[in-house]
Nanobody, 126 residues
Framework: QVQLVESGGGLVQAGGSLRLSCAAS????????MGWFRQVPGKEREFVAA????????YYAESVKGRFTISRDNAKNTVYLQMNSLKPEDTAVYYC???????????????????WGQGTQVTVSS
């Protein structure tokens, strides 16, 4: 079992930045693929970014590419999402997710993740 705890959400003006953190426990962190998803009420959860265990392989949704950066610190069992140039349409609850690393895992699909955090609200005002 893996426990995930997100932090770092909040209210920011458009153009501003936030950094989300997700602390993991319960399993060897370096064995996990880590992802970030977001959801707006009434809409489906959407993929934001993901990172393989060696940090060399990252994935981004087109809508955040060039603005968001995912990273991980395996020594601290933590994954980060640095969000720059935020837009009002980035407003959502952001979820951290984890699953066992496998080259076959399609990291952009939420149903492929076994573990989820409770979510943290990000609100971008215009």
């Amino acid at each position: 079992q893996v426990q995930l705890v997100e932090s770092g959400g909040g209210l920011v003006q458009a153009g501003g930045s936030l950094r989300l953190s997700c602390a993991a426990s319960g399993r060897t962190f370096s064995d996990l693929v880590m992802g970030w998803f977001r959801q707006v009420p009434g809409k489906e959860r959407e993929f934001v970014a993901a990172i393989r265990r060696n940090s060399a392989i990252t994935y981004y949704a087109e809508s955040v590419k060039g603005r968001f950066t995912i990273s991980r610190d395996n020594a601290k069992n933590t994954v980060y999402l640095q969000m720059n140039s935020l837009k009002p349409e980035d407003t959502a609850v952001y979820y951290c997710a984890a699953t066992a690393n496998s080259p076959l895992v399609r990291v952009t699909i939420d149903s492929n993740y076994a573990y989820w955090g409770q979510g943290t609200q990000v609100t971008v005002s215009s």
